[in-house]
């Protein structure tokens, strides 16, 4: 595919950090990690199973 997954994440991180409250960002978004990227999907591995269903 060519593109570097955590500098492709780093990118969205930027942009939805401007969505989101700090908190809300620090609470819910800053602790994914991205672990596989297809054609049309972003795969984030969640801290936690509550993280991961809310």
């Not at 939805?16 to 908190?23: A, D, F, S």
């Amino acid at each position: 595919m060519g593109t570097d997954i955590h500098s492709l994440w780093e990118k969205t991180l930027n942009i939805v950090k401007t969505e989101l409250t700090e908190v809300g960002f620090n609470t819910w978004i800053k602790s994914l990690k991205p672990i596989k990227l297809t054609q049309d999907a972003f795969y984030l591995l969640a801290p936690t199973e509550f993280s991961k269903t809310y």
